[in-house]
């Protein structure tokens, strides 16, 4: 089979040529218009582990420059974030038999085949509309000969940064607060160091999620949910990203300062962790689950750090498997979500529909681990000395059972889209249950 003529130029062929005068035609402002993002940046974000490999081979060997790369880069056309008002015109023009031109400055081999995507007649240079060889027919009376950047200067609304940075996910690095609890160290120093580093592990946490978006764009783009995050869909500049990114870094970083080396040292290894979790390790079997139990365990560390108690051996086990059942419930939910909505097998994730089953028995495994540990420590010598009514801590025990199936069921009923830690602080039912665990908690002491 032929290939088409955007596939001849992307594999290095000579771009389009300009457009001859020619009758009257809408011409489309590729960049500023119709993409809601840049195209430089999409290129490198296609496959950023591939392009910067093939940065470094061209380097050593004194081949082609970065540009001259990208502009050979795979890019998914059809799930570039377009603008939808801009898009639908233009579809609404070509209905009634108009000619319909892309605008493109630079990487023309990429504009032709988005034109060619599209359905639109090809790409003219901006010489072309500057020299008035083309003939513009505006979308309406009102507007410019053709459709001028509508987004360059226009801040981005605060409430788009709130979700890029994911501040909903600071619900988890609530967890530093656990050691001040387990601990009987409710002192206004403790609780100030200890809100100290939540606000170290916010930042940090949210300069990773940015990461993380960055190098997920083209398969967040293709999952039913992450799509509508700020940066698949646009809504967010790539641009503006990488320099949120380093910001919010040194701001944990000040913040880790304040409180001492050792905690700037736990957050380094979140960091470098979790950097690795993105690049890599989310997408190993197994493995991915594992780090993600360690990250969460490692901010209750982090809070036993900066208010300077011992943690217990029982609470890091405790621990390990509650943060590993969970892991594997999140699992479970993408997956079930999936096949609910019809999908295939994650292309980001080494696992597969067919593994719905195991991962549930391992996620319950897991959870009556937790609940196994947490008997043992009840019944251990250790809670007579930290607790009056150590008794009362049985009452736990049904509880937990109660959390953890379920939070199961749910991600079985394809009702969990969330996290379920975040699922936790949106079910009123999950909700009344870690209230009425930190209630006994409280009066057990």
Known sequence: MEQPQWQHELAGAEPLPSLPASPRALVIDLEGALLRSNLLLEALFSR???????????????????????????????????DADVLNRALAARARGERIYLVAGRFEAHAAAIAAHLGFDGVVRPADLAAGDVAVLPFDPRSADHIADQRAGRQVRWRIWLRALRVYQYAKNTLVFVPLVTAHQMSLPALGAALLAFLAFSACASGAYLMNDLLDLAADRQH?????????????????????????????LAASLCISGIFVAVLTGYLVTTIAYSLFLKKKMLLDVVTLAGLYTLRIVAGAVSV???LSEWLLMFSLFVFTSLALIKRFSELTLRQGAGLSDPANRDYRIGDLQ??????AASGMNAVIVFSLYVSSSAVMTLYSRPWMLWLLNPLLLYWFG????????REMPDDPI????????????????????????
Do not use: E, Q
């Open 48 to 82: 950023p582990g591939r392009m910067l490999a093939r940065f470094g081979a061209g380097g050593r060997a004194g081949m082609a420059p970065l540009t001259d790369i990208l502009a050979r880069a795979k890019i998914d056309y059809a799930h570039l974030p377009y």
């Open 224 to 252: 039913p949910t992450k799509r509508h995050r700020p940066l698949a869909a646009g809504d967010l500049p790539i641009a503006s990203a990488l320099v949120a990114i380093p910001l919010l870094w040194l701001c944990a």
């Open 308 to 310: 300077g108690v011992v």
């Open 358 to 363: 195991v991962i549930a028995a391992m996620a």
């Open 406 to 413: 379920r939070a199961l069921m749910m991600a079985h009923r």
């Open 422 to 445: 975040l699922y936790t602080f949106k079910d009123n039912a999950s909700r009344i249950t870690v209230m009425a665990m930190i209630c006994i908690m409280l009066v057990a002491i």
